[in-house]
Structures are given as C-alpha cells and as structure tokens.
Antibody
Framework: EVQLVESGGGLVQAGGSLKLSCAAS????????IHWVRQASGKGLEWVGR??????????TYAASVKGRFTISRDDSKNTAYLLMNSLKTEDTAVYYC??????????????WGRGVLVTVPS | QSLLTQPPSVSGTPGQRVTISCSGS????????VNWYHQLPGTAPKLLIA???QRPSGVPDRFSGSKSGTSASLAISGLQSEDEADYYC????????????FGSGTKVTVL
C-alpha cells in the first residue's frame, strides 16, 4: 500500500525555520517526483514546489511565493523527501501536504497524498 | 488570485448532473493536461481525473473530465450525497520557468 507520511510541523516564530519530512512506503520512491502543496485554513490549495528524480538531476522548482526561502530535497536511501522552510512568514501558516506524481503520461497528476502536517507562524 | 478560474459553488439534487468549469490560459490548460481533485472536509485531496479525462482506479464512472482550448470541465452524473466536497482543477503552467497551478476551488452542495 502506497503511503506518504508528513512530520515535523509545529509552531515557529516569524523569521524562523522548520524542516518537514515526507516518509514514503509501498512504492519505489526513487522513481517518483515528489511535490509539496499547502492549504491555509479555509482556503484553496497552493502548490509549493517539487523535486524530480535522479535521471532529472533531482531538479527542483518552486512557487514564486516561496522561492529563495524554501528548499526541497530528498534522500532516496531513506525513502524520504524534505521541505526546509526558512525566513518563515505569517502567511506561510498552512497544512502542508506531500504528494507523489503519478504515472500518467504527460500529466503532473498527484495520485497519492499524505495526510498533511500543520505549520503555524503566529503574528 | 488563481490562474485557473472555477465557480465558487455548484449545487444539485441527488441523481442530477452537474458540471464544474475551469478556465485558464494558453500557458496552462492550453498547453498541458488538466487534473481534477476533490477534498472532503478535514482530509487530504484525492485525485479524481488525470490527463483531462482519465479516471484512476476506484473512481466511479459518474465522474468525467473534458478539455477544449484553454478551458476544462468536470461532470458529475447521478449526483450522490457523498459527492459533497470541494473540487479543484489543476495544470502545469509553462510561465515563470514552470509551476503547477490549482484552480480556485468549487464547493459542490447536494441539496
């Protein structure tokens, strides 16, 4: 069974840092791109960024709202992806999900999602 | 403001057919395939339609997707109470070195 489990969320002051983890199981982690998506309370989904696989040089892409502050990485030996968040702002408060890019030709469809982890940056 | 525009809400009675529109541009829907997700309150989103019209295993055939030009739509036929959820379209956008965009979201209410 495919599973993605996020961890590392919590309360962090503005300007601080936090590192989220996304532990994967039930599939060959190294062959799947991993995306991070967030959702502020009562709001819609916002894509945060992604990390591709080793054939694509672990390339990363970020949303404009987090570029330069957030860094996505992965450790295929541990089946885990990470989201390092620096210079956190109050507007970064959200539930953060990691998701797997599915195997749909020509499509970045996320076929499995974690349950999410809450990050709170109080004002 | 999302690059993909959806109606805030859609409603219907059980058994009815409802559609959700998703309007984009040449850099997203016009160039890439569209995916649809639904989300029940307090839960993670779930993939409903991939690559414009492909249903993942386990998704009922009551759900169907289509795309034309820079717009897409999701149709739910035989509406059921358990379909009451938030629905999001999404697509890759080729602008700004590429990024993924979600629609603004549509709340489906079963009357």
């Amino acid at each position: 069974e495919v599973q993605l489990v996020e961890s590392g969320g919590g309360l962090v002051q503005a300007g601080g840092s936090l590192k989220l983890s996304c532990a994967a199981s039930g599939f060959t982690f190294s062959t799947s791109a991993i995306h991070w998506v967030r959702q502020a309370s009562g709001k819609g989904l916002e894509w945060v960024g992604r990390i591709r696989t080793i054939p694509n040089n672990y390339a990363t892409t970020y949303a404009a709202s987090v570029k330069g502050r957030f860094t996505i990485s992965r450790d295929d030996s541990k089946n885990t992806a990470y989201l390092l968040m620096n210079s956190l702002k109050t507007e970064d408060t959200a539930v953060y999900y990691c998701a797997r890019r599915g195997r749909y030709s020509g499509s970045s469809a996320f076929d499995y999602w974690g349950r999410g982890v809450l990050v709170t940056v109080p004002s | 403001q999302s690059l993909l525009t959806q109606p805030p809400s859609v409603s219907g009675t059980p058994g009815q057919r409802v559609t959700i529109s998703c309007s984009g541009s040449s850099s997203n829907i016009g160039s890439n395939t569209v995916n649809w997700y639904h989300q029940l309150p307090g839960t993670a989103p779930k993939l409903l339609i991939a690559s414009n019209n492909q249903r993942p295993s386990g998704v009922p055939d009551r759900f169907s997707g289509s795309k034309s030009g820079t717009s897409a739509s999701l149709a739910i036929s035989g509406l059921q109470s358990e379909d009451e959820a938030d629905y999001y379209c999404a697509a890759w956008d080729d602008s700004l070195n590429g990024h993924y965009v979600f629609g603004s979201g549509t709340k489906v209410t079963v009357l």
